[in-house]
């Protein structure tokens, strides 16, 4: 019989032996399991704003840290550092906080306002072969070099070789059958009504300033007016905005805008009309591109563009679509010229109400509102995109100039200088914008064509806005024009002047030239240098006529 304590140690063994069974010795502690791999905060020259930063040194060091040391062999698969435009950046890899700190350097120096993207990928690991949780994306926008690109000129040279360049887009690029100017410097034969009508304007400054030779200015545009007599379509004697400049045959603008376009053939008519004044003499060949001016002229029937004799204009007219743009010519834009042209007539001239009722509909036109404590008379708020005071005002001069409405000197250089100080303020903080860097009006960008301005903004600056706002604002104008031109020529200044518009934000520049944007620079040069358009313009007798008939008042009326 078995006692208490015998008991006892029989389970006690045979406790030890059950648990030993089928072992071959002591089990082993369990291995520690790897934390996870996060990324922790990044530095871009020791400064931590984000996963965006603009205006960074060439020489931009970047710093990852994890919450966990990195595995150094990962990096070359884990990393990625590029450009917008793909090009890979060779950098070297350093450590830092027992390696839980990753450390970027270029091998090279950056390159000035270029956009880099550097991405962390899950391929990246920790030492312990933990895959990063989450991947990061880091934008990298290096600074502006704000050293001279050109050698120091006066203003007044600068002032010369800008036109002179400029006018190139004209005159050597436009179009060798027609002479029309084309729409862009990629348009081939697609021209552009209302730019041919700026760029007659300015082969005219060409030949006033001896660029070309006055004869050589006359056959060019003779050769222009010729095309358009003999091979383009007159709709009630108005053009197509787009038109081939091989064969004369009207280019749709958009599907039912296959017709007559009032608006761009009043730019064309502008031009055309200061042309008339230009060649004023005797001279067969003037008086023949005189006679043919006044044909054209007299033949665009603004009265039918009342549509229905309505007191409006209308801008439209399809032979396919009729009336079904249904787009009435109301301001404040840039079209004021369509209606002193439309009061000027000798044919078919508008009466009063047809201003009042349609173009400032009725004193609704009418801002008054004070924007950075300058008061605007016209338009929407902030002025919108600056063309509005330029296209019309390429050939009216608004000195002394008013209406019902407005003072016009006073509308204009309101409308430019809250433009300037919109992007001085710089309240959307666009990196590079300044009192040297501004302008904002319609013009390519980045992705497609947009009418820039307060309030509609993305960064864009176009050079048309600032240059051909020179009349208005003479100071702030020429800062930015040799901004432009000095700091900024390596990437702006190409054959035909400055290219279309540019984004330091984005680090975006245009490769493009528009006639619409580079005509306007040439003429509001000439303009503020010698009022040559104004006057010409100014001078026209039926001009005199029909803005008096308005209601518009000036010593040059």
């Known amino acids: 019989m078995l006692n208490k304590c015998n008991f006892v140690t029989l389970c006690v063994a045979a406790a030890l032996l059950g648990c030993s069974k089928g072992s071959s010795g002591p089990v082993e502690p369990p291995l520690p399991v790897p934390g996870p791999f996060n990324f922790k905060t990044l530095e871009v020259n020791g400064v931590n704003s984000g996963y965006n930063y603009h205006g960074v040194p060439v020489n931009s060091i970047i710093k990852f840290t994890f919450s966990a040391p990195v595995d150094h062999a990962s990096v070359a698969s884990g990393v990625t550092y590029k450009t917008k435009y793909g090009v890979a950046v060779n950098y070297t890899a350093s ?39 989450l991947p990061v994306n880091l934008a990298v926008a290096t600074v502006l070099d704000s050293t001279d690109k050109f050698t120091r000129i006066t203003d007044s040279a600068l002032l010369d070789l800008v036109q002179k360049q400029t006018f190139k887009y004209f005159w050597d690029f436009g179009h060798p059958v027609s002479g029309l100017a084309r729409e862009r410097n990629s348009s081939g034969d ?90 004023n003499t005797t001279d067969a060949k003037e008086t023949l591109l005189r006679n043919d001016i006044n044909t054209l002229w007299n033949a665009v029937d603004f009265n039918w563009f009342q549509k229905s004799n309505e007191n409006v204009l209308y801008w439209h007219w399809s032979p396919n679509y009729n009336w079904d743009m249904n787009m009435k010519i109301t301001g404040w834009n840039e079209a004021l010229i369509v209606y002193a042209l439309a009061a000027s007539s000798n044919i078919s001239a508008i009466t009063k109400p047809v201003y009042d009722n349609g173009w400032a509909s009725n004193g609704a036109i009418k801002n008054g509102n004070s924007y950075y404590s300058i008061q605007l008379p016209l338009g929407p708020a902030n002025g919108g995109p600056l063309f509005f005071a330029h296209y019309s005002f390429l050939g009216i001069d608004p000195h002394s100039l008013s209406d019902a409405y407005a003072a016009y000197w006073t509308q204009d250089t309101a409308h430019a200088k809250i433009n300037y100080n919109y992007c001085v303020i710089n309240a959307a903080k666009f990196y590079g914008y300044s009192n040297l860097c501004w302008g904002l009006t319609a013009s390519d960008e980045e992705n497609g064509y947009n009418a820039h301005a307060p309030g509609n903004d993305n960064g864009t600056i176009s050079p048309t806005a600032a240059i051909s706002s020179l009349p208005y604002t003479p100071v702030e104008s020429m800062n930015a024009l040799k901004f432009f031109y000095y700091t900024m020529g390596n990437k702006l200044w190409g054959d035909y002047g400055f290219v279309d518009a540019f984004n330091l934000h984005n680090c975006w520049f245009a490769d493009s030239y528009l006639a619409i944007d580079q005509g306007p620079e040439i003429v509001m040069i000439e303009n503020y240098r010698t009022a040559l358009l104004w006057n010409l313009f100014m001078s026209c007798p039926e001009i005199k006529t029909g803005m008096k008939a308005l209601g518009f008042s000036s010593p040059n009326l």
Request: glycine share 8%; proline share 2%.
């Open 95 to 133: 450590y830092e906080n027992g390696d839980s700190t990753l450390v970027l350097t270029p091998a090279a120096a950056l390159a000035n306002i270029t956009h880099y993207d550097v991405a962390l990928t899950t391929n990246l690991k920790s030492k312990d072969a933990v895959a990063l949780k």
């Open 190 to 279: 697609i021209c552009t009504t209302g730019g041919t009508g700026f760029g007659i304007m300015s082969i005219i400054v060409a030949a006033n300033r001896n660029f070309i030779t006055r004869t050589d200015a006359l056959q060019r545009i003779q050769k222009i007016v010729s095309f358009y007599k003999n091979n383009c379509t007159a709709f009630h004697g108005a053009y197509a905005h787009w038109i081939n400049g091989a064969t004369g045959a009207t280019v749709p603008f958009s599907t039912k805008d296959d017709g007559a376009d009032l608006v761009e053939t009043s730019y064309l008519m502008q031009g055309l009309l200061c042309a008339r004044q230009y060649f």
